[in-house]
């Protein structure tokens, strides 16, 4: 079982940026893929970004150009740059592994308001 802990939410100007964070427990953290989610108040969860094992990545069209996702195995983390906010970007974000059936964080609000 994968623990996963999210972090650097919060209120943030549109146009501005966010660095979230996800740290995970677990030896074999570099053989998962991984995954960022949203849910916004109201709507079904969906998926930002993903980043397989091997660095490969894949984006949502909502946020192609302006989220960037990484991982550093070393760390057992997993990050989502994310710039360009707009306040539909508003939701509570979630660390994920395995999917909809997989391990999940807390979560962590961004809210992107002036």
């Known amino acids: 079982q994968v623990r996963l802990v999210e972090s650097g939410g919060g209120l943030v100007q549109p146009g501005g940026s966010l660095r979230l964070s996800c740290a995970a427990s677990g030896s074999i953290f570099s053989l998962y893929a991984m995954n960022w989610y949203r849910q916004a108040l109201g709507k079904e969860r969906g998926l930002v970004a993903m980043?397989?094992?091997?660095?490969?990545?894949n984006y949502a069209d909502s946020g192609k150009g302006r989220f960037t996702i990484s991982r550093d195995n070393a760390k057992n983390t997993v990050n989502l740059q994310m710039s360009s906010l707009k306040p539909e970007d508003t939701a509570a974000y979630y660390c994920n592994t395995g999917g909809s059936g997989g391990c999940w964080g807390q979560g962590t609000q961004v809210t992107v308001s002036s």
């Open positions: 980043i397989t094992h091997g660095g490969r990545r």
